[in-house]
């Protein structure tokens, strides 16, 4: 998939610089403090169909081409892989950027809307995956640098074979995944890895919207999350029966959905995003509502944007990518320009118990 172009001359009027240098990795035991003022801006940056072909490359054209660097970068972790993404997360170290890991109990060929494959829940409850488990964990330990870890995300839609409702409705698909994320918890903490920063992470709104399918059911306790994280997506596909959405209306609710959880943890928006279609809503407009509404919503302290492009099953294309025209892009650059937007990570040491 091709990138659009953008011509040489509007970028250089925009200017391409990147807004600080590279942080250095932290040394000892530190983690990632909670910004004071501002919020932490990321993305995902198109990394390949298994979403883990990072690259130093990939980010620095990004960051080029949105004139800022990043505080945090986003890759997958499939669990169809077996491995663990040490050199990715390497690399986004020392490029200066906090790495952000989907780690995700999926199988190949990553279908969507299939249901519970080999790495269903109940085989991990089983204790099939704990050698898997252990040596993700022992990888993490031996990293030793704080990252960000989205588990299971979007549990609370109907399309990732841990979604709730592939287990049963009322408590049957809630309680799974809650025991679920503190059996994983458990014994990667156990294996030392306490570098770990754990993102329980949301849909915005739940599918299907049922009482016993909101947020709250599946928290898995305050004891076993770090932040609070909610995908926000606009409009992705040419015919979807919603159609295009206001941002504020795609965050406010969710927002204060998810604060009830914890009176105190960080929110991110671990995943946001909106596609191109000039028909049925103007995108620059909607990156520019986006940025004037996030700043308002005092919990909210990182961002990342999913940039990434398409084809679908009918041929059609949806296109997320910042530069999916001149003036989304321009209109992405002037909101990350606010310094509200921080490039670059904050440490502090850990608190000792």
């Not at 490029?95 to 109940?122: M, T, V």
């Not at 085989?123 to 870890?149: C, M, R």
């Not at 570098?195 to 739940?206: A, D, K």
């Not at 932040?227 to 504020?248: H, I, K, T």
């Amino acid at each position: 998939m091709k990138h659009l172009l953008v011509p040489f001359i509007w970028l250089v009027a925009m200017g391409c610089q990147r807004a600080a240098p590279p942080v250095p990795a932290p040394s000892g035991p530190m983690t990632i403090a909670v910004p004071a003022e501002g919020a932490y801006l990321g993305s995902y940056v198109d990394f390949g169909e298994t979403e883990d072909h990072v690259t130093i490359e990939s980010i620095d054209k990004y960051e080029s081409r949105i004139g800022k660097s990043l505080a945090i970068v986003a890759s997958s972790s499939y669990w169809g892989e077996q491995t663990f993404p040490l050199e990715n997360l390497r690399r986004v170290t020392r490029h200066g950027s906090i790495p952000l890991i989907y780690w995700s109990p999926w199988d190949k060929p990553y279908e969507q809307e299939k249901g519970p494959d080999r790495f269903s829940l109940k085989s991990i409850l089983e204790g099939k995956w704990d050698a898997y488990i252990d040596q993700w964990a022992d990888g993490a330990k031996a990293f030793g640098q704080p990252f960000f870890v989205s588990f299971c995300n979007e549990m609370n839609g109907e399309w990732f074979p841990w979604s709730g409702h592939f287990y049963g409705e009322e408590k049957g698909g809630p309680e799974t995944f809650k025991k679920t994320w503190r059996y994983v918890v458990d014994r990667v903490r156990a294996r030392g890895a306490k570098n770990i920063v754990w993102v329980f992470h949301v849909n915005n709104y739940s599918e299907p919207q049922d009482d016993w399918n909101t947020c709250a059911q599946y928290y898995p306790g305050s004891d076993y999350v770090d932040w609070l994280g909610l995908s926000v997506y606009g409009m992705q596909f040419r015919n979807q029966p919603a159609g295009w959405a206001e941002f504020r209306d795609l965050l406010d609710y969710p927002y204060q959905e998810i604060s009830q959880l914890d009176p105190k943890k960080p929110i991110m928006l671990a995943e946001f995003g909106v596609g191109e279609f000039p028909d049925s809503g103007d995108k620059a407009q909607w990156f520019r509502d986006a940025f004037a509404q996030m700043p308002k919503y005092p919990r909210l302290k990182a961002a990342v944007y999913w940039h990434e492009r398409w084809q679908n099953a009918d041929e059609s294309y949806s296109n997320l990518r910042v530069n999916s025209s001149p003036h989304a892009l321009q209109a992405f650059r002037e909101g990350i320009a606010n310094p509200f937007w921080l490039s670059a990570p904050i440490y502090q040491p850990v608190k000792k118990n």
